[in-house]
């Protein structure tokens, strides 16, 4: 069994949020896309929200409308919300009990920050057994700096993706995704 996992699709990361994504709005659009295709086949659906309970916190705070989840992905009946406080996805929450309840083995994936949050759930997701594939125009991030050197948003995706494709995810567009799914 396949299911979807939607990472922290969340008002913040957008344009006049308190931390915005370089592409999120197309990367949520990428994703609206994805889930459509999971909501039409009846499959599951697992929406993730992270909230910051750190004080010195500057996005995604407890009942913010930034801590709330983007229109474009917002949850229908029937699909899970799990609230998650670290960058992985699994810790200290239920996701692996739902992932067991509806016999999954296969992920696809989806969200932000694909530095962050979506590359600690991938990699947990692997070492639990779980097939991964990941929609890269279906994620964002932003630039990064360290050490007085700055990579862009771009430079940060590429660098990510290609080291989850080397070992722990399968790495495709939304329009390879759903035309290798809609045969």
């Known amino acids: 069994m396949k299911a979807l996992i939607v990472i922290d699709v969340q008002k913040d990361y957008f344009e006049n949020g308190n931390f915005p994504l370089e592409g999120a709005l197309q ?21 993730i929200q992270h909230i910051s309970l750190q004080e010195e916190a500057i996005f995604f705070k407890p009942y913010t409308e930034g801590a709330e989840i983007h229109p474009n992905v917002k949850p229908i009946d029937g699909e899970i919300v799990i609230t998650k406080y670290s960058p992985n996805s699994f810790i ?23 530095h962050m949050c979506v590359d600690a759930t991938v990699r947990a997701a692997k070492d639990f057994g779980y097939q991964c594939t990941l929609i890269a125009d279906a994620c964002a ?3 990064l700096e360290f050490s007085g050197k700055k990579a862009t948003a771009q430079e940060v995706q590429t660098a990510f993706l290609s080291a ?3 070992y722990y995810a399968e790495i495709k567009t939304t329009e390879e995704y759903l035309q290798a799914n809609n045969k």
């Open 27 to 47: 990367a949520s659009e990428q994703t609206k896309k994805i889930l459509e295709n999971f909501r039409s086949l009846h499959l599951p659906v697992i929406h």
């Open 141 to 143: 991030t932003r630039e």
């Open 164 to 166: 989850l494709s080397y």
């Open 92 to 114: 200290k929450t239920n996701l692996q009990k739902h992932l067991q309840k509806y016999e999954v083995n296969e992920l696809v994936i989806c969200g932000m920050m694909t």
